[in-house]
Every structure is written in structure tokens, then in C-alpha cells.
């Protein structure tokens, strides 16, 4: 009977702690989010940079092709 009441102090136990961890990991998982969207956005802002970059190089080659021929 007292082992019983040990396992079941044990159980008890260990579903306060596997609950405050859920509770600890929330509002850390909430940030990793936000900032994950956040880091999305700016490499999406970076790649568009990028393209248009890109482009730019693109025209000026052809200009200077233009302006040689």
C-alpha cells in the first residue's frame, strides 16, 4: 500500500512538473515565432533587394552593349 502512495506521489509530481514546463516554454515559443516572422520578412525585403539589384546589372550590361554597338 505504501509503495502505491510513493508511484502515485511520484506520478502527482511529475505532472507539476511536466505542467510548469509547458507553462515556462509558451511564452518562449511565442517569441521564437514572432521573431522567426520576422526574420522571414526581412529576407523576403532582402531577396526582392536583391532581384532588383540584379536587374539593375542586367539593364546596365545591355546599356553598354546599346552604347558599343
Known sequence: MEVTQ????????LKII?????VAATPLCFLLHRSNKELAEKNRR????????????????????????
Open 6 to 13: 510513493q508511484i502515485m506521489s511520484n506520478v502527482d509530481t
Open 18 to 22: 511536466m505542467l510548469l514546463g509547458i
Open 46 to 69: 532582402l531577396e526582392s533587394l536583391d532581384d532588383d539589384i540584379e536587374l539593375g546589372n542586367q539593364n546596365d550590361i545591355e546599356d553598354k552593349r546599346a552604347h558599343a554597338a
